[in-house]
């Protein structure tokens, strides 16, 4: 039985789509964010034995910049990487407003290496094949790779093969490239290291101006006067665990763990961990 008047150009078998209860739709299927909230839950990444990433919880949601902090081999890339789907946990859950990560919505997650990956082709090339996997239509691709060029500073350079160009310019393309598919999501994993510091301003312009038009940003570094400029909130790592989670305006200033404490006043924890590993070797 049809429960609403059928018009008379109407064929009787056709049911009318009923209005599902709202409680009864699945979260998914209501229109809404494609990642945020971005949600870790028992987090483990293991190998030889090692727990390089261990135990973690983490939900990344509202706006602006969080900044990951912590010594090299905290945990930091891997831990961008489970977030971004491009890594499998061994154990724990990784969601994108509350399903798995998929290749439909991995679009929306951007992600900037430490070292740019280019592909042989101009610095155009590059942005109009990312928009083409990306599912963008031909008519669209180069209008958008320009303005993402633009935006970058790069637009003189659009016709330049990629290769030929210099570090801090290939870091910024890589950026552009990220920028162009409008991520929901971006993380940017030492995107300035060991770049000129014109090339580090252009790319925190980028990142800001990215964060004003709604995109959320997680960002790892480990330049103090770097963090101090971009960071809305710091997350501190150490050994694969998350020291402390805490807003920018009290991190540096008052940071809530020890261990980000003397992160911030520059004590050598590598040492220290290595001193007790060999204690630990040399205990039977
Ligand atoms: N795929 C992997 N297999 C084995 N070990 C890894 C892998 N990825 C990272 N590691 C190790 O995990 C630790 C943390 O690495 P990483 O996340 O890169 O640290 P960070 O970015 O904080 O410097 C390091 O000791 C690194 O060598
Ligand atoms: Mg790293």
Redesign the pocket.
């Known amino acids: 039985m049809l429960d609403r008047p059928r018009s008379p150009q109407e064929p009787a078998n056709v049911v009318a789509p009923r209005p599902v209860p709202a409680e009864r739709v699945p979260a998914h299927a209501l229109p809404s964010d494609p990642v945020l909230p971005l949600s870790a839950r028992g987090l483990v990444f293991a190998?030889?034995g090692r727990r390089?990433i261990d135990d973690i919880d983490f939900t990344l949601e509202g706006a602006g910049i969080t900044l990951i902090m912590?010594?090299?081999?905290?945990?930091?890339?891997?831990?961008l990487r489970l977030l971004a789907g491009l890594?499998e946990p061994d154990a724990g859950t990784v969601t994108w407003n509350g399903r798995a990560p998929d290749r439909a919505r991995a679009t929306r997650v951007g992600f900037v290496f430490q070292k740019p990956v280019l592909l042989r082709r101009s610095a155009l090339g590059n942005v109009v094949h990312a928009l083409k996997c990306a599912g963008v239509k031909r008519a669209e691709r180069k209008l958008r790779a320009h303005e993402a060029l633009q935006r970058a500073r790069l637009a003189p350079l659009a016709g330049v093969p990629a290769r030929l160009m210099s570090g801090g310019e290939q870091q910024r393309l890589a950026l552009a490239r990220a920028l162009a598919l409008r991520p929901r999501v971006l993380m940017l994993?030492e995107p300035t290291a060991s770049l000129d510091p014109t090339s580090v301003a252009h790319i925190e312009a980028l990142a800001l101006e990215a964060v004003r038009a709604g995109t959320r940003i997680l960002f790892?570094g480990h330049d103090l006067a770097q963090a101090r400029r971009l960071a809305d909130e710091v997350v501190f790592?150490h050994s694969?665990r998350i020291a402390e989670r805490t807003p920018a305006a009290t991190f540096f200033d008052n940071p809530q763990s020890p261990l980000a404490a003397r992160f911030l006043a520059g004590d050598l924890l590598l040492d220290e961990d290595r001193k007790l590993k060999r204690e630990e070797e040399t205990t039977p």
């Open positions: 190998r030889a390089l912590g010594h090299n081999g905290a945990g930091k890339s891997l831990l890594v994993d790892v790592m694969g």
